[in-house]
């Protein structure tokens, strides 16, 4: 009998030997938070790259395309429908950048900011309720774990 079938007369699930694997954790833990996230945002009619749009834009007022999609790490290009879509549900609003026709700063309207401040209070509830296993040094620990991955990731 393999190990596999040996263990899965013993009951354990059938992921056991992946589970000493980071990355496989990680994959396996940002489904379910990203599932949870999909059904918060969905009630403000956002996606969660939608949402990270608006909240940089609300933070940054002025910012343009370029540093927009840097931040959020797309492509020129698919920002592109990514601003058309918040554009045209008055969420923000491109304005022409003196002294470069070329270049759109990018404005959050009214309705945007208030559409931002009531999504980013629902994220912090979703993130509060999904991460309440933690009490707060291991929140802080985690994100201070994921954070110097992404700001040293030797690739």
Known sequence: MTRSAAQADAGLPADTDLTGYVGYNLKRV???VQ???TQVLGTFDLRAVSFSALSIVVRRPGINQTQLAEALKIERSN???LI???SDRALLART???GDRRRYALMPTTAGKTLCARAEAAVAEHEARVFSML???ERGTLLALLRKIRTEWPG
Do not use: C, W
Request: avoid cysteine.
């Open 84 to 86: 058309d879509e918040l």
């Open 135 to 137: 009490d707060a040094d």
């Open 96 to 98: 022409p950048v003196a």
């Open 35 to 37: 599932a949870d996230l």
């Open 30 to 32: 940002l489904s379910l």
């Open 79 to 81: 920002l592109v429908q």
